[in-house]
């Protein structure tokens, strides 16, 4: 070894080492480190596996460290803090395992060739003892990561498969780490173990801080299991083990996607599992998972395509499409106007297609269809065959029909400002029916607007597949703002907490970009009404919210009672009501005029004053 300097209290130490000038002195300093650190009990081990974490993660494609022995010696240290609990007990030893797993985790990620490295060092089985819990939550959270990796290449796959409790151990993780989380540290405010404290603040400490990042790690926690799930989920052999109708009812409220954008939560998973027949039959057999997949497909994030193809393979399979088919037709008929969608290119096509080829098949397909399901798609079907017939009108008679369509539709406006809203609702019913298909920016609006009726009439599925055809027909899909609000509310009438604060951070961030007066954020202050719905259902969709309420909840500070979330908010949240309607006070727009938003949009005062601003213009005539 090279003279070190003499201002370093650690011998041989590998800060020091990295400092080494020569290439080729510098790699047989590491190599012996690496060789006899686990071996070593002096104090300051975590230090340099803390340097080597931090190098990890800023370098995970740089093979130096792989050639050198960083596998074997992270595995040597994960056993020793495995067998020897009084070494682990000893100096900042604790954080050792944690950081030696994550450092696999890493180098393992992005690189095949590193993949098969670590499996040739030996760093499954250590990591499959974290995984079982041998330790604490924190090294599972990274021992699922790592072994994530290690299961997503087609040459590791098998050796981490070899472990058959893996997947069991992954399916237990991905249903209970929230629980796991909350009650080994979340709902513990003065007994919280300090290391973890450490690790999920870096330092910097504060209840507050802990707590957030506790929900996040949490969050990981799920989401990497559900990755490392979604590995196996490939393999039909493993179908069976994963298809268990106790874990497919979770999956869909497992959203930890939201905090993890590449993690494919729940929803991600069941992609997997539909994609092959031996996964479709289980999931055909769960209705909350079907209706699960509908609410999904409607909705507006990143992962309403993987539940609409969920939806069209279940379809496809005679196996399954009888026990669907009644669940999925309204949903996929709300869609079928979507023009592309990611990737997905003419996807109302081939949703239109689909429905079609099921009600012919073998002729006798539709008697396994109710009659509400079959009036749905024959009036698709009829839809469809009207833009033939247009394409052949003569280009005067369509202009007749669209301004025949536009009277209907004023005349609709004024039913509603006069409080009439069911014969509003019947008007716009009217004008879509004279309205031409390819005017889609006047059917957009009819849609809304008769979403609108439909929520102050307390029919909130109605509204609900109203504001969805609006937004399908918008261009870009699913950023019409006010269809995205009055979809909200009409989700938070059914109690679905999730898609109604999605719609509503959506219509937040549609308003911050919009140029229309009405809906631009005044001052750059999110409005009132917006505000309280995305703290109510934020509040209602706390991540450890089933959990504190199995467990008791949490004190509040005068003890007074329990909250579930690091802020209890007792606003209550109003929505229209028979009497409202009743009393009058809604507004429509006039042809290409805007209303402005009123004062009494911010004035709480009254109920009729929070119809009028929770529902924005409550009707419109231009997107």
Same mark, same amino acid.
């Given at each position: 070894?090279?003279?070190?300097?003499?201002?370093?209290?650690y011998?041989?130490c590998?800060?020091?080492v990295m400092?080494?000038?020569?290439?080729s002195?510098?790699?047989?300093?590491?190599?012996?480190?690496?060789?006899?650190?686990?071996?070593?009990?002096?104090?300051?081990?975590?230090?340099?596996?803390?340097?080597?974490?931090?190098?990890?993660?800023?370098?995970?494609?740089?093979p130096?460290?792989?050639?050198?022995g960083?596998?074997?010696?992270?595995?040597a240290?994960i056993?020793?803090?495995?067998k020897?609990?009084?070494?682990?007990?000893?100096?900042?030893n604790?954080?050792?395992?944690?950081?030696?797993?994550?450092i696999?985790?890493?180098?393992s990620m992005?690189?095949?060739e590193f993949?098969?490295? *670590?499996? =040739?060092?030996? @760093?499954?089985p250590?990591l499959?003892? /974290?995984?079982r819990?041998? %330790?604490?939550? &924190?090294?599972?959270?990274v021992a699922v990561?790592?072994?994530?990796?290690?299961a997503t290449?087609?040459?590791?796959?098998?050796?981490? *498969?070899? =472990?058959?409790e @893996?997947l069991?151990?992954?399916?237990? /993780?991905?249903?209970?780490? %929230?629980?796991i &989380?909350?009650?080994?540290?979340?709902?513990?405010?003065?007994?919280?173990?300090?290391?973890?404290?450490?690790?999920?603040?870096?330092?910097?400490?504060?209840?507050?801080?802990?707590?957030?990042k506790?929900?996040?790690?949490?969050?990981?926690l799920?989401?990497?299991?559900l990755?490392l799930?979604?590995?196996?989920a490939?393999?039909p052999?493993?179908?069976?083990?994963?298809?268990?109708p106790?874990?497919?009812?979770k999956?869909?409220?497992?959203?930890?996607?939201?905090v993890n954008?590449?993690?494919?939560?729940?929803i991600?998973?069941l992609?997997?599992?539909c994609?092959?027949?031996l996964?479709?039959?289980?999931?055909?057999?769960?209705?909350?998972?079907?209706?699960a997949?509908c609410?999904?497909a409607?909705?507006?994030?990143?992962?309403?395509?993987?539940?609409i193809?969920?939806?069209?393979?279940l379809?496809e399979d005679q196996?399954?499409?009888?026990?669907?088919i009644?669940k999925?037709a309204p949903?996929?008929?709300?869609?079928?106007?979507?023009?592309?969608l990611?990737d997905?290119?003419r996807l109302?096509?081939?949703?239109?297609?689909?429905?079609?080829e099921?009600c012919?098949?073998?002729?006798?397909?539709?008697?396994?269809?109710?009659?509400?399901?079959?009036?749905?798609?024959?009036?698709?079907?009829?839809?469809?065959?009207?833009?033939?017939w247009?394409?052949n009108m003569?280009?005067?008679?369509l202009?007749?029909?669209?301004?025949a369509?536009l009277v209907?539709?004023?005349?609709?406006n004024s039913?509603?400002?006069?409080g009439?809203?069911s014969g509003?609702?019947?008007?716009?019913s009217?004008a879509?029916?004279?309205?031409?298909?390819?005017?889609?920016?006047?059917?957009?609006?009819l849609?809304?607007?008769r979403?609108q009726?439909?929520?102050?009439?307390?029919?909130?599925?109605a509204?609900?597949?109203?504001?969805?055809?609006?937004?399908?027909?918008?261009?870009?899909?699913?950023r019409?703002a006010?269809?995205l609000?009055?979809?909200?509310?009409?989700?938070?009438m059914?109690?679905?907490?999730?898609?109604?604060l999605?719609?509503?951070i959506?219509f937040i961030?549609?308003?911050s970009?919009?140029n229309d007066?009405?809906?631009?954020l005044?001052h750059?202050?999110?409005?009132?009404?917006?505000?309280r719905l995305v703290k109510?259902?934020?509040?209602?969709a706390?991540?450890?919210?089933?959990a504190?309420?199995?467990?008791?909840?949490i004190?509040?500070?005068?003890?007074?009672g329990?909250?579930?979330?690091?802020?209890?908010?007792?606003?209550?949240w109003?929505?229209?009501?028979?009497?409202?309607?009743?009393?009058?006070?809604?507004?429509?727009?006039d042809n290409?005029e805007?209303?402005?938003?009123?004062?009494d949009?911010?004035?709480?005062?009254?109920?009729?004053?929070?119809?009028?601003?929770y529902?924005?213009l409550l009707t419109e005539?231009?997107p």
């Amino acid at each position: 070894m090279d003279k070190i300097p003499s201002d370093c209290p650690y011998p041989g130490c590998f800060f020091c080492v990295m400092k080494e000038g020569n290439p080729s002195k510098r790699r047989t300093s590491i190599l012996k480190f690496f060789r006899e650190l686990p071996a070593q009990d002096d104090d300051g081990q975590v230090l340099p596996v803390s340097g080597l974490w931090n190098t990890a993660m800023a370098h995970p494609n740089d093979p130096e460290f792989i050639n050198l022995g960083i596998f074997e010696c992270m595995t040597a240290l994960i056993w020793k803090g495995l067998k020897n609990r009084l070494w682990l007990s000893h100096d900042q030893n604790i954080y050792i395992p944690y950081y030696a797993a994550h450092i696999i985790g890493s180098y393992s990620m992005n690189v095949e060739e590193f993949a098969e490295r *670590a499996v =040739h060092a030996g @760093v499954i089985p250590p990591l499959v003892e /974290l995984l079982r819990g041998r %330790l604490t939550w &924190v090294e599972q959270r990274v021992a699922v990561r790592a072994l994530g990796h290690l299961a997503t290449y087609s040459s590791t796959f098998p050796a981490v *498969a070899s =472990h058959g409790e @893996v997947l069991e151990l992954a399916i237990q /993780l991905a249903s209970s780490s %929230l629980e796991i &989380v909350y009650s080994h540290f979340y709902q513990f405010l003065d007994r919280r173990i300090s290391y973890h404290c450490d690790l999920l603040t870096r330092g910097m400490g504060g209840v507050e801080m802990e707590s957030r990042k506790a929900e996040e790690w949490a969050s990981q926690l799920q989401c990497w299991s559900l990755q490392l799930i979604n590995c196996f989920a490939f393999k039909p052999e493993f179908l069976f083990d994963i298809c268990k109708p106790e874990f497919l009812v979770k999956l869909p409220a497992m959203w930890g996607g939201l905090v993890n954008e590449n993690s494919p939560a729940g929803i991600g998973l069941l992609h997997t599992i539909c994609q092959h027949k031996l996964g479709r039959g289980p999931v055909a057999n769960c209705p909350g998972v079907i209706e699960a997949l509908c609410n999904i497909a409607r909705s507006s994030d990143d992962w309403q395509y993987m539940a609409i193809d969920c939806l069209l393979w279940l379809l496809e399979d005679q196996s399954t499409s009888n026990k669907v088919i009644d669940k999925a037709a309204p949903a996929l008929t709300d869609l079928a106007e979507i023009s592309a969608l990611g990737d997905h290119k003419r996807l109302g096509d081939t949703i239109v297609n689909v429905l079609q080829e099921r009600c012919q098949a073998q002729g006798t397909a539709r008697n396994y269809i109710s009659s509400r399901t079959k009036e749905q798609i024959d009036e698709l079907l009829s839809s469809r065959q009207r833009i033939k017939w247009e394409k052949n009108m003569p280009k005067e008679d369509l202009q007749i029909k669209q301004a025949a369509a536009l009277v209907v539709k004023l005349e609709g406006n004024s039913l509603f400002s006069s409080g009439d809203i069911s014969g509003a609702a019947s008007k716009y019913s009217e004008a879509l029916a004279l309205c031409p298909m390819k005017s889609k920016k006047e059917r957009l609006v009819l849609y809304s607007n008769r979403a609108q009726c439909y929520l102050l009439l307390q029919q909130p599925l109605a509204a609900i597949s109203d504001a969805t055809r609006a937004l399908c027909l918008h261009n870009p899909p699913n950023r019409h703002a006010k269809s995205l609000w009055r979809r909200a509310q009409a989700y938070d009438m059914l109690g679905l907490v999730k898609e109604s604060l999605l719609d509503a951070i959506l219509f937040i961030n549609e308003c911050s970009q919009s140029n229309d007066p009405d809906l631009s954020l005044r001052h750059n202050k999110v409005p009132d009404y917006a505000e309280r719905l995305v703290k109510k259902q934020m509040h209602a969709a706390w991540f450890f919210r089933e959990a504190a309420i199995k467990h008791g909840g949490i004190p509040t500070e005068d003890g007074s009672g329990d909250v579930y979330g690091p802020e209890a908010d007792d606003s209550e949240w109003e929505t229209a009501s028979e009497s409202d309607v009743e009393n009058g006070g809604q507004e429509a727009d006039d042809n290409e005029e805007n209303v402005d938003i009123r004062k009494d949009m911010y004035d709480k005062s009254t109920t009729k004053d929070l119809v009028r601003g929770y529902n924005i213009l409550l009707t419109e005539d231009a997107p």
